[in-house]
């Protein structure tokens, strides 16, 4: 029996995440696929690696963190969350997210003081703080971690959890998974608020999600792009 | 004079008391939402586990 923790499967068309995405198209988005690094703290999401190196996330674990984190959101209320990202795939996932359950969208450059400055014009006194990426969000998280407000953070095998209160394992990389990743739970976040029933569709699909590139973009990533990854 | 005494949060964690003004974090569990799950600032910083007493959720 092929079960999720075999790395090399492609997932079946029949059986259906949500509606309208199956397995294998959940799997061609890229949302399992790691690093050639893996740090401990995140050892427990991930299987063996792949002949080439790379470590894959257990995508089942994925489904199954994006469905308590909905529940969490939805518990706190998404008007007091902050989604933060500093990455550009993120811009749009982020912002998507945030016009489906009114969360409070912070993408770009994180003004230090944003959550511990009051006297700061653009001060924000949430309770919950979901950012894309650990490694490159850090002054979201250190001054959540001041405040001691809850962290929910896309992390890749690479990533240290440090001061994340629960992690959402998967490719925080990759245009397409963070699209996926970011659309699955603001699915799960409205189904949880009893916005969604479980076989109604989002106003916005995976497509949608996705930050849209221009050719000269593609090019200049393409450059910049490790050999050994290409 | 009556002493009082204050009782302190313990952490999920390490189930160490939880002093006033550490950075510790608070929040309900995020699975089952029925218990308070407090981590403290040393739990938090190395990132250890924590397991909900009620469902037995394992994070982070």
């Known amino acids: 029996m092929m079960s999720s923790q075999d790395g090399d499967d ?28 893996r740090t401990k703290s995140m050892e427990q999401f991930t299987t063996r690696p792949r002949p080439d190196g790379l470590h894959l996330l257990d995508y089942s674990k994925t489904l199954h963190r994006i469905d308590v984190a909905g529940k969490f959101i939805s518990f706190v209320g998404p ?8 990455r550009d795939y993120g811009k749009v ?25 009051p006297l700061f014009p653009g001060h924000l006194d ?105 | 004079m009556p002493q009082r005494s204050v009782s302190l949060p313990v952490c999920t964690s390490c189930n160490r008391p939880v002093m006033p003004g550490e950075k510790a974090s608070k929040f309900h569990c995020p699975s089952c939402q029925q218990v308070a799950v407090w981590r403290c600032e040393k739990c938090r910083k190395f990132s250890r586990r924590y397991k909900c007493v009620n469902c037995g959720f394992e994070g982070p």
């Open chain 1, 10 to 37: 492609a997932g079946s068309e029949e059986k259906m995440v949500v509606p309208l995405l199956s397995e294998k198209a959940l799997l061609a988005t890229g949302i399992r696929i790691g690093t050639q690094v």
């Open chain 1, 79 to 86: 008007q007091n969350v902050v989604v933060y990202t500093s």
């Open chain 1, 93 to 117: 996932p982020v912002e998507k997210f945030c016009e489906l359950t009114q969360a409070i969208p912070v993408v770009g450059r994180f003004m230090p003081g944003t959550l511990t400055n």
């Open chain 1, 126 to 230: 949430v309770e919950l703080i979901v950012v894309a990426d650990p490694a490159s969000d850090t002054q979201a998280i250190v001054e959540a971690a001041n405040m001691g407000t809850p962290v929910i953070a896309v992390c890749d095998t690479d990533n240290i959890t440090d001061d994340v209160d629960l992690v959402i394992p998967g490719n925080n990389r990759g245009r397409r998974s963070l699209a996926t990743i970011f659309y699955l739970l603001a699915r799960s976040v409205l189904t949880h608020s009893s916005l969604l029933t479980g076989d109604q569709q989002l106003k916005y699909t995976i497509d949608d999600f996705e930050t849209k590139m221009t050719e000269a973009d593609v090019e200049e990533e393409e450059e910049e792009r490790p050999r050994r990854f290409r």
